[in-house]
């Protein structure tokens, strides 16, 4: 049996689950709604309060698909009652961000400034002008904003300049030594 699969999953208060033939979930809560289809055969059901799922049999397949059907169920109740976050930190001189409207403006370096539109669904918020809170309900938006963001200007590997996770740590690489010094 599946470790996390097998665990249920509790609904706080103000969470409302609608399940539709097929497998369809949706998830309704204080900051908004979310909806994914899940594999057919998976059962998912409620039952005083929690969320449960099971697997119609223990083929390599399903033992696969139990944890992950689990696991991104919590996400999306997690998600539409407290919703993700994932911070980003700006490193570099002259480097910052500006917000415009639904446009992100990072000067990173380059020769022009790099305007990235912000997806619906997701927040922005800057602390300072070298620290951006990417915020939204869906996990996986707010993982993929954070990632296109990070990829205008990855962390150097010799000084550690560019756009980086708060939490990532950089291993920087020696700079080239004195060649031929006695």
Known sequence: MSRI?????DLPQGVEVKIEPGNLVTVKGPKGSLSFKFHP???IKIEDN??????????????A???TTRAVLANMVHGVTKGWQVTLEIKGI???AKKKGNV?????????PVEYKIPEGIDIELEGDTII??????????????AEIRAIRPPDPYKGKGIKYKDEVLK???GKAAAGKK
């Not at 929690?50 to 033992?63: Q, Y």
């Open 5 to 9: 699969g097998k665990l249920p999953i």
């Open 41 to 43: 055969k998976m059962e």
């Open 50 to 63: 929690k969320i449960i799922v099971n697997r119609p049999s223990d083929e390599k397949f399903f033992k």
């Open 65 to 67: 698909l139990h944890g």
């Open 94 to 96: 002259g480097y910052r």
């Open 104 to 112: 992100l403006e990072l000067n990173v370096g380059y020769s022009h």
């Open 133 to 146: 809170h990417v915020k939204g309900i869906d996990k996986q938006k707010v993982g993929q904003v954070a």
């Open 172 to 174: 920087l690489k020696p």
